[in-house]
């Protein structure tokens, strides 16, 4: 049938005059035969609402009065409907919203369903009458027009599978009618507002394809989905044919699926998405098969893209206010837009974003003139020489020699092979114009049995090396007694769960003292004790390896820690101070928290838990006197519940609290990320977590690194060190510890790092300048690549790159260490704005050229331009969080509470104990 089959008609149904207007059409009908009618205007005029007679009615009268009426549209030629979208368009435009208007979104009127639907063909005329009604009606202030919503969807399961209105189950010929003739209708309403009205409304009205997609089987549908790229591929090219041949104003085109999802009979075997969603775990993680937007840009020339929607259902069971899945969601599919719109160069229409919060704008000014500048590195993590010149063997070295317990079953036996390049080293921290280094002792080295039984001599001497090369070159050591690395001896026998060991860790303090005591102005007792206590003796994943009295073990050897603290803090005091002159102190760490919804008081409580359990676990102690009534609360009563006679957080005498109370000459801290928190109930659980009782979780938002455990958050330093502040009594702190780690090739542009640094350091300077926390210091961890723990090689840390496939182990300068060193040389961040200033480009002092790859070329490639570092550092500037995006990606991992999102390393113990 074409539109000149049919005679098409403009009714008036007047409610005072009650006009029998269907004899009238009766007689038309007899006059033309049996030619079908098709109603496309229908005003209802003078009724009320109560008078309103349903369309359907009317359509039946007409019938039963043998009318072959085959189309009838009257939706919004009813003034009432007409005024309502007029009202709806007005608000729109006054509050600045530009009304995006589709007109036909899967709600056909009854009536002409009762006609046939879209698989009569008359529909197209009634279709084309219905748009320009709505075009000549609200053309004037809509500019943007969408004729059909997902017709696939209408096609599919409404003529199709009949799971959508009007259910009708018949693919083989409704189903494609019904796709005929939608195609058709929009052409038609298409071509009468490009002839009729787009002069002088000048607006659009694009076909949105809204569905398309192809499945595949599940054993073949892994991250790479060529199949399915080739098969969108061809189907877009017919959209481009349509765009191109037939003058078709293509706008939209949408994949189906968004993810991999529940496809009825086939359940999850078959699957649709761009996304993979693992069906295994728990929280359904998602993975891009293919960047869409990227490829589309590529694939089609570059055409404005416009997301006209994107969303995502909640569990409705588990629907409340509280939806922080959807606020995940919306801004890691942002972040995806803002990327693809800034860094990919894709043209996508809107400028959808987040305004760049006010803890985020750069901070422009100077640390104090004695600020320190540092960085840092441990001793097992790079000296190697596991047995060299009578070394004794630590727990990490028997942790890393023992089967599946690091990664890749990496070791420490040659790491950097520090103990055989110091001069390399230096040159490196020359390189970077630090003021300060931070290393550590191995213990075992210089006490081979961990007692001072026997002094090795050649261990000290390396050590006696290190710190003359230092002071050679200007650079103040920055010693750790005490990183990890407890002699195999002393483990032997209990280690830190054993209380001998707070009189060994004197002694050997005193070794140190009295050899290097004289050189060294700064020290630091025992690098996180957290890490030693929980994720050495509680999750097991780091040496000792201990997880089987999670309830327990770890608050023992945080006790004993504190106290070995303490007693190496006033023999210094005591015994060395007035000599040396130095300073000492213990490194703490500890992530911020955040409450996950920050309109709920139960995830504020758990935030202000995290906090308290991890620095505060060891601060409050040194810093106040004793543990927080937080901790000594819950866990006694935690303890009593199951039935224990006492807490199995151990008590400090009071004469220890006094012993233990001040033991500091600043706050060393160390400090890398941020977590969102939230409560969980463990039950009966003896365990720390359980203790706390919260879970964490990362903001998807945040960029990722190379460590699970590490996003980057920047506005959670600044908020920490506020905490310090007061919580602590103002004291000055060293921050000993802040940096970022990547994985997978090696790229020695790593701007990513500088993202952070730059970053970081900016929320640092806020802290001293804007909130007066009195920061002395601070230190990018690490100076090179290094053995990341239970992670081996594979996370690495370093300004400097070292080649493990160079025999010699070069150290290479990434670009971060340029740029470290830049704002070191600035100390701070002068404003560009105020230039040009000397120290954004220092000449680096580097007095070694080292072997192996090149040495990347002082100019930094960003955003497709050659720029000197610090000049892609004000490119940072302008461009802000997006430069860090364009390098990692958004942070998109949402750790389970069960996997516990903390510096653990590696927390499986935990899920081994609950499940
Ligand atoms: C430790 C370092 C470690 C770094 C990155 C800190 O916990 O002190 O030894 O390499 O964080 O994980």
């Known amino acids: 049938m074409t539109v000149a089959d049919f005679v098409s008609l403009q009714i008036e149904y007047d409610c005072t005059s009650q006009v029998n207007f269907y004899k009238e059409l009766s007689a038309l009908q007899q006059s033309i035969g049996k030619t079908p009618l098709i109603i496309y205007k229908m005003t209802v005029l003078g009724c009320s609402l109560d008078q309103f007679q349903p369309l359907g009615n009317v359509l039946k009268v007409l019938k039963e009065n043998d009318l072959n009426i085959v189309g009838f549209d009257m939706g919004t030629h009813s003034e009432k409907g007409a005024l309502h979208y007029d009202k709806l368009i007005n608000t729109l435009i006054e509050s600045g919203i530009q009304p995006v208007v589709t007109l036909h979104h899967w709600d056909l009127p009854q009536a002409l369903q009762d006609c046939g639907g879209w698989t009569n063909s008359s529909i197209v005329e009634a279709f084309r009458e219905y748009a320009d009604f709505c075009f000549s009606r609200f053309g004037d202030r809509v500019k943007g027009w969408n004729t059909f919503s997902s017709p696939w969807v209408v096609s599919h399961a409404g003529y199709g599978t009949g799971e959508h209105p009007p259910g009708i189950q018949d693919y083989v010929v409704a189903s494609y009618q019904a796709t005929h003739n939608m ?77 991999d999802g529940f496809e009825g009979p086939q359940g999850f075997s078959e699957r649709f998405g761009l996304h993979h ?41 588990r629907t409340t206010t509280d939806d922080t899945d959807r606020i995940f969601y919306y801004k890691t599919y942002i972040d995806e837009v803002l990327k693809a719109h800034n860094l990919d160069g894709v043209k996508v229409t809107k400028d959808n974003g987040f305004p760049l919060p006010e803890d985020e704008r750069p901070l422009y000014g100077h640390f104090p003139k004695d600020f320190i500048w540092s960085t840092a590195t441990a001793s097992y993590q790079i000296e190697g020489g596991w047995r060299a010149d009578g070394k004794g063997l630590s727990i990490w070295d028997k942790f890393s020699h023992t089967p599946l317990r690091v990664s890749n079953d990496d070791t420490g036996d040659i790491a950097c092979d520090s103990y055989h390049k110091v001069e390399e080293d230096v040159a490196m921290l020359k390189e970077l114009r630090v003021t300060h280094y931070r290393f550590s002792i191995a213990w075992s080295r210089v006490l081979p049995d961990g007692t001072n039984a026997r002094v090795n001599q050649a261990g000290l001497d390396y050590y006696h090396r290190l710190v003359d090369a230092l002071l050679a070159a200007n650079i103040q050591p920055h010693i750790t007694l005490y990183h990890w690395d407890l002699p195999q001896a002393l483990q032997d026998v209990g280690g830190w769960e054993n209380n001998t060991i707070v009189d060994r860790f004197r002694e050997y303090a005193d070794v140190i003292f009295s050899h290097l005591g004289p050189k060294v102005k700064y020290w630091i007792t025992i690098n996180e004790p957290y890490n030693i206590a929980m994720v050495g003796h509680g999750y097991g994943a780091a040496a000792p390896g201990i997880s089987f009295r999670p309830g327990t073990l770890p608050y023992l050897v945080g006790h004993n820690l504190i106290k070995a603290h303490a007693e190496a803090w006033h023999l210094y005091h005591h015994k060395y101070r007035a000599a040396q002159g130095g300073l000492i102190s213990i490194t703490i760490n500890s992530d911020w928290a955040e409450p996950r919804n920050p309109d709920k008081q139960e995830d504020i409580e758990a935030a202000r838990r995290v906090v308290q359990f991890y620095i505060g676990w060891f601060a409050h102690p040194i810093f106040n006197g004793d543990y927080s009534n937080v901790m000594k609360t819950i866990i006694r009563d935690r303890s009593s519940a199951a039935g224990l006679t006492k807490s199995r957080l151990p008590e400090f005498t009071p004469e220890e609290i006094k012993r233990t109370k001040g033991t500091h000459d600043y706050f060393g801290f160390n400090h890398y990320t941020t977590v969102l928190a939230f409560p969980v109930d463990y039950g009966n659980l003896q365990h720390y977590d359980a203790d706390r009782g919260a879970g964490t979780i990362a903001d998807r938002a945040w960029l990722d690194s190379g460590s699970t455990w590490l996003k980057v958050s920047p506005f959670g330093f600044r908020r920490i060190l506020n905490f310090i502040k007061q919580e602590y009594g103002n004291p000055p702190i060293i921050i000993t510890e802040n940096g970022v780690s990547e994985r997978g090739p090696v790229d020695l542009n790593d701007v990513h790092r500088s993202h952070y640094y730059e970053k970081y350091i900016n929320q640092v300077l806020k802290a001293r300048l804007l909130d007066g926390v009195d920061i002395r210091g601070y230190t990018a961890w690490s100076l090179m690549d290094n053995l990341e723990w239970a992670t081996g090689f594979s996370e690495r840390f370093g300004l400097f790159y070292v080649n493990h496939s160079d025999p010699n182990l070069s150290r290479v300068a990434r670009s971060s260490a340029a740029f470290y060193s830049s704002i070191i040389s600035c100390n701070g961040f002068p404003d560009p704005a105020s230039g040009p200033h000397a120290c954004f480009n220092p000449q680096p002092e580097a007095t070694s050229t080292p072997t192996g790859p090149p040495h990347p070329d002082s100019m930094v490639s960003f955003l497709g331009m050659d720029l000197s570092p610090r000049e892609a550092e004000v490119g940072l500037y302008l461009t802000l969080s997006l430069l860090g995006l364009a390098v990692l990606g958004a942070g998109v991992s949402v750790s389970l509470w069960l996997t516990k999102a903390t510096k653990t390393k590696a927390s499986e113990n935990i899920v081994e104990l609950i499940m």
């Not at 694009?206 to 399915?228: A, F, H, Q």
């Not at 969603?277 to 589309?296: C, G």
């Not at 997301?307 to 069971?317: F, L, Q, R």
């Open 183 to 259: 195609l058709k209708a929009h052409a038609e309403a298409w071509h009468v507002y490009n002839d009729k009205h787009r002069k002088t409304q000048r607006g659009k009205v694009p076909v949105y394809i809204t569905g398309n997609g192809m499945p595949t089987e599940y054993s073949g549908d892994t991250l790479n989905d060529t199949s399915r790229i080739n098969y969108i591929k061809s189907y877009i090219n017919e959209a481009l044919k349509a765009i191109l041949v037939d003058g078709v104003d293509i706008q939209r085109f949408t994949v189906q699926s968004l993810m």
């Open 277 to 317: 969603v693992n069906f295994d775990l728990p929280d359904r993680p998602r993975t891009p098969k293919q960047r869409l937007l990227i490829w589309i840009k590529e694939e089609y020339g570059d055409p404005e893209i416009y997301i006209t929607d994107n969303g995502v259902a909640t569990d409705p069971s």
